[in-house]
């Protein structure tokens, strides 16, 4: 069978980041329940703080350099996708909105994922169910029902009922989807599949 | 293979003066150079079509009559009519009109518009954009080829019993290209009909260009006009000239980080690794624009853009001076290396009207 592809995008700025941290956790945590199901796995980082830059220079010029593309391409041709962002004045960060606002309309339809976020303090974690989880209703992903929020005391939580339990319930919602369906979602090539001339001139009814 | 200018008609403050042309002065420019760009024997002028600030070219074809009472041999055309918020009515009889008064030298790129206020301003609605196009387009070329038309679409008020005058010079209506720079239906479009197809690829990394114009071409194939090396392809191009490679980058860099476009994005070194814009010496645009024959084949028609972001007029001229004298020349001679015999030149009103009287010949002989 093939690997299942993991994209983990991580908006985290600070080098280390807790948001990588968050990030890596859960890719890892979905990968070992994958894993030990038999299946072979592939993780693929996009750390948005790198592509910064490229992601500004996207908003203006409407088309995203090489470096940019790559992580678009990795993001879009992913079977699924783990999200994580630091929470900045109660909302995801602007660097991270920005990534998936230069994606093409569409590309992320059906895409099983796992939303994440940090934040100094649990004051915030709502953050992840009132901003981060519309948007990806928007973008039609396929968004698993926990979502995990690491606020700078849940590191030092006790392994049974704090942050561990959240990301071990989030990576088997995850993963579980994953198994059911392994078949990958693809997006449709509007190059190669071109609606015939003759069909647009029917939609249209004209004489 | 036809050599030209396209301009987008903006009304852009010079960033190194502070200088913004009055719409006059901008407007008597555009006409300066089209007029410059015969002198140095170009073959085509098309000018933008906006109905918003900064833009000045919002009745283009006013323009092209003025211009085309003052030129003798070049192209006149368009980049781009709006075919989705212009009455279809009004685009045939206004190009009807100008074929006669510039005695066929006259062709034109339509296109969907890239200003999102322009189709409710005019009553419609952007998320028909492609069905505007398609419905319109359907329309214009019966009110060209036949001379009384019944129609009813979704768009527009009917027609009884409509004539379009005047009716297209010699009975040859306006070549048409279709000119887009994302959108698949359109090169569908444009293949299905057998017309040309510009991609205006200035802003855009190659590999999408091929992507764009490998579909068309094998579209056009596939509706039986011809080989895909037969299909009329159109590119763009951006190029700023001095003799001295980093004169011409000293030169242009304000103009570049100010550029309504691209401005204040990557810097002018990654947009050129990027995209088409040269900036540089002659030989330097000769050498990348021969490059574009790489990934787009054999072409028809290439337009550069000279006169955006603020230059002055007389930097303008001085472009197009050297494209007319160092540049065109060359790349005339180094793409018809190794060209095929049959790969056509792009249609103009001569041809048209060759090919539609031999139809005709060949109809009368059977009959």
Do not use: C
Request: glycine share 8%.
């Amino acid at each position: 069978m093939e690997a299942i592809t993991l994209a983990v995008v991580s908006a985290g700025l600070s080098q280390p980041s807790s948001t990588r941290l968050l990030a890596d956790r859960l890719g890892e945590a979905v990968r070992d329940r994958l894993v030990e199901a038999g299946r072979e796995v592939r993780i693929e980082h996009v750390e948005l703080r790198e592509l910064a830059h490229p992601i500004a220079d996207n908003l203006v010029t409407g088309f995203p350099g090489e470096a940019l593309r790559q992580a678009i391409d990795t993001v879009t041709g992913a079977d699924a996708l783990v999200a994580v962002s630091p929470i900045f004045s109660a909302s995801y960060s602007g660097l991270f909105k920005s990534f998936f606002d230069v994606l093409e309309q569409g590309a992320l339809t059906g895409k099983p994922a796992l939303l994440g976020a940090t934040g100094g303090t649990a004051r915030h974690s709502l953050a992840l169910d009132h901003a981060l989880r519309p948007l990806f209703a928007y973008l039609r992903a396929a968004v698993v029902p926990t979502a995990v929020y690491a606020a700078s005391e849940d590191w030092a939580s006790a392994e049974r009922n704090g942050l561990r339990r959240h990301i071990d319930r989030a990576a088997d919602e995850l993963a579980a989807v994953l198994l059911r369906q392994p078949a990958r979602t693809r997006r449709p090539d509007a190059f190669a599949e071109v609606v015939p001339f003759e069909q647009q001139l029917v939609a249209l009814k004209l004489p | 293979m036809q050599f030209g200018i396209f301009t987008v008609g903006d009304v852009t403050p010079d960033p190194t003066t502070g200088h913004t042309p009055s719409e006059r002065e901008r407007i008597k420019a555009m006409v300066a150079i089209a007029e410059k760009a015969e002198e140095v024997g170009l073959d085509v002028f098309a000018t933008g079509e906006h109905h918003n600030p900064p833009f000045v070219p919002s009745s283009p074809t006013t323009m092209l009559g003025w211009i085309a009472a003052r030129t003798e041999r070049i192209i006149l055309s368009t980049s781009t009519t709006l075919i989705t918020t212009n009455d279809p009515v009004k685009i045939a009889e206004d190009f009807a009109m100008l074929q006669h008064l510039a005695d066929g030298r006259v062709d034109v790129m339509l296109g969907r518009g890239n200003t999102g206020p322009v189709y409710p301003w005019f009553g419609k609605d952007i998320r028909d954009g492609i069905s505007l196009a398609v419905e319109n387009y359907a329309l214009l070329r019966r009110l060209w080829r036949e001379d009384v038309v019944d129609w009813e679409g979704r768009f527009r008020t009917p027609l009884q019993s409509f004539t379009s005058t005047p009716r297209p010079l010699d009975d040859v209506p306006p070549f048409v290209w279709h000119g887009s720079i994302r959108s698949p239906e359109i090169a569908e479009q444009a293949a299905y009909y057998g017309d040309g197809f510009f991609h205006n690829n200035i802003f855009w990394p190659k590999d999408h260009t091929e992507r764009m114009i490998e579909l068309y071409r094998t579209r056009y194939a596939h509706y039986g006009h011809g080989t895909p090396e037969q299909a009329i392809v159109g590119l763009g191009g951006q190029v700023f000239m001095r003799r001295n490679s980093q004169d011409a980058v000293r030169e242009f860099r304000p103009y570049f980080d100010n550029a309504p476009v691209y401005g204040h994005g990557p810097s002018l070194e990654e947009f050129t690794a990027q995209t088409p814009l040269t900036v540089g010496t002659p030989e330097q645009v000769i050498e990348k624009t021969l490059s574009f024959r790489d990934y787009a084949g054999d072409y028809q028609r290439q337009l550069f853009l000279v006169d955006h972001a603020g230059l002055p007029l007389k930097t303008v001229l001085e472009q197009i001076d050297l494209l007319g004298e160092e540049v065109v020349p060359v790349l005339r001679r180094e793409f018809a290396k190794d060209r095929p015999a049959d790969v056509p030149d792009a249609p103009d009103h001569a041809s048209l009207l060759a090919a539609s009287r031999a139809t005709a010949e060949a109809g009368s002989v059977q009959a």
